[in-house]
């Protein structure tokens, strides 16, 4: 039997990092700022990097690097990109018997826009994967004691499936959703009860409870159920968590970051991995905040991922403390 099967996306990443790409603010794009060049004009690239990318296949490296026999179910195209998916998987040994390929249908592909300054701007793809489908799911093959579901495009109705298996076979399900889904908040929040972790950031939080609340410490508890784990990431100003009653924060270490692409995935999967070790949440906040620390220094999801668990000595540099 497999430690952790993952499920979602599966992406080919390419990486265009130029000093042209401007950040200005403007009331014009949503967030009020916007990642420009001049109309018509040639740009210069300073920096070209090719990597793979995606929830299933990112969280998938962390899982496997930390010594669980890990698997992956996504959908990839019969191509160039679907080739590098594979071979990424393979060279951090998670299987990849369980991929479904389509023979008709490109890998996802994203473009990622990168300034200098390492904000981003992310041209996606969806390909195979916006058709990913109850039938790409391997359904008698899905025997583990994890199961770690990433975004599965706002296809709610195979998630209640997904996870209705999983308590079925008595299987723990960690979700990290994406916006898609989470649109549909009051399903999302029926299935809470039958997860053992909830990983979200703090506008995915609010989406989940569709309330205005700002403050993480707030909405962790708003989202807390009995044997649920709930974590709420808010970038630098850090993570809160929330178990069994009590309500954890754990702080960032301040390292500069040249690309915050994967830090989710890296943060979600690594904290799982220590819960799913035994270990107690503060610690395993520690080890999400060293292994998403770790990703954003490199450019490239994968390329950054914690080839082995921390050292006490490592685990001291993050603060971690109650709430009350």
Same mark, same amino acid.
């Given at each position: 039997?497999?430690?952790?099967?993952?499920?979602?996306?599966?992406?080919?990443?390419?990486?265009?990092?130029?000093?042209?790409?401007?950040?200005?603010?403007?009331?014009?794009?949503?967030?009020?700022?916007?990642?420009?060049?001049?109309?018509?004009?040639?740009?210069?690239?300073?920096?070209?990097?090719?990597?793979?990318?995606?929830?299933?296949?990112?969280?998938?490296?962390?899982?496997?690097?930390?010594?669980?026999?890990?698997?992956?179910?996504?959908?990839?195209?019969?191509?160039?990109?679907?080739?590098?998916?594979?071979?990424?998987?393979?060279?951090?040994?998670?299987?990849? &018997?369980? #991929?479904?390929?389509?023979?008709? &249908?490109?890998?996802?592909?994203?473009?990622?826009?990168?300034?200098?300054?390492?904000?981003?701007?992310?041209?996606?793809?969806?390909?195979?994967?916006?058709?990913?489908?109850?039938?790409?799911?391997?359904?008698?093959?899905?025997?583990?004691?994890?199961?770690?579901?990433?975004? #599965?495009?706002?296809?709610?109705?195979?998630?209640?499936?997904?996870?209705?298996?999983?308590?079925?076979?008595?299987?723990?399900?960690?979700?990290?959703?994406?916006?898609?889904?989470?649109?549909?908040?009051?399903?999302?929040?029926?299935?809470?009860?039958?997860?053992?972790?909830?990983?979200?950031?703090?506008?995915?939080?609010?989406?989940?409870?569709?309330?205005?609340?700002?403050?993480?410490?707030?909405?962790?508890?708003?989202?807390?159920?009995?044997?649920?784990?709930?974590?709420?990431?808010?970038?630098?100003?850090?993570?809160?968590?929330?178990?069994?009653?009590?309500?954890?924060?754990?702080?960032?270490?301040?390292?500069?970051?040249?690309?915050?692409?994967?830090?989710?995935?890296?943060?979600?999967?690594?904290?799982?991995?220590?819960?799913?070790?035994?270990?107690?949440?503060?610690?395993?906040?520690?080890?999400?905040?060293?292994?998403?620390?770790?990703?954003?220094?490199?450019?490239?999801?994968?390329?950054?991922?914690?080839?082995?668990?921390?050292?006490?000595?490592?685990?001291?540099?993050?603060?971690?403390?109650?709430?009350?």
């Amino acid at each position: 039997m497999l430690d952790v099967i993952t499920i979602g996306a599966a992406t080919r990443d390419v990486f265009l990092v130029s000093k042209e790409f401007q950040i200005i603010n403007s009331a014009q794009f949503a967030g009020g700022k916007g990642e420009c060049v001049a109309l018509g004009s040639k740009i210069d690239v300073d920096q070209l990097v090719f990597s793979t990318g995606g929830g299933a296949t990112n969280a998938a490296v962390t899982f496997a690097n930390l010594n669980f026999q890990t698997a992956v179910v996504a959908r990839i195209g019969n191509d160039d990109p679907g080739r590098a998916v594979i071979n990424d998987l393979s060279q951090a040994g998670v299987q990849t &018997e369980l #991929l479904r390929i389509a023979p008709k &249908e490109n890998t996802a592909y994203s473009t990622l826009l990168t300034a200098k300054n390492g904000e981003r701007s992310v041209l996606i793809y969806r390909g195979a994967s916006s058709t990913f489908s109850t039938s790409d799911i391997p359904w008698k093959k899905l025997q583990c004691k994890w199961l770690y579901i990433s975004s #599965l495009g706002g296809n709610l109705e195979l998630l209640q499936k997904i996870i209705a298996q999983a308590k079925k076979q008595g299987i723990k399900v960690a979700l990290n959703p994406g916006k898609s889904e989470l649109k549909l908040a009051v399903q999302m929040r029926e299935l809470l009860s039958s997860l053992t972790a909830l990983l979200v950031n703090l506008e995915e939080a609010q989406m989940l409870t569709e309330s205005g609340e700002k403050d993480p410490a707030k909405l962790v508890k708003q989202l807390a159920r009995p044997d649920l784990t709930v974590i709420v990431t808010n970038g630098t100003l850090g993570t809160h968590a929330n178990a069994n009653g009590q309500t954890w924060y754990a702080r960032t270490t301040g390292v500069k970051s040249i690309s915050r692409t994967g830090a989710g995935d890296a943060f979600g999967s690594a904290t799982v991995a220590a819960l799913a070790k035994g270990l107690a949440l503060d610690t395993a906040l520690k080890v999400g905040t060293l292994n998403a620390e770790a990703v954003i220094q490199k450019f490239g999801a994968k390329a950054g991922i914690l080839k082995k668990w921390p050292a006490q000595s490592d685990l001291q540099q993050v603060s971690v403390k109650l709430v009350k």
